[in-house]
């Protein structure tokens, strides 16, 4: 799941943890779970929007 998100980033640009869930068939504790993992490896950021608090994912450029 971890590379199907990094490549869902990499391809679409950020996107709500809620969306991001329902695009990967995951329910969202498991998605928030799992970006919180690449966000410990460096391999993604956790952004806000003020129009949307929710987090976002942002691709960093060393995660490909």
């Known amino acids: ?4 998100i990094l490549a869902f980033l990499y391809h679409h640009g ?10 990967q068939n995951v329910t969202l504790p498991t998605m928030t779970k799992t970006v919180a993992g690449l966000v410990e490896r ?6 806000t ?4 608090p929710q987090p976002i994912g942002a691709v960093e450029g060393d995660a490909f």
């Open 1 to 4: 799941p971890q590379y199907r």
């Open 14 to 23: 950020p996107d709500s943890m809620g969306r991001l869930a329902e695009r």
């Open 42 to 47: 460096g391999l993604i950021e956790r952004e």
């Open 49 to 52: 929007d003020a129009t949307d």
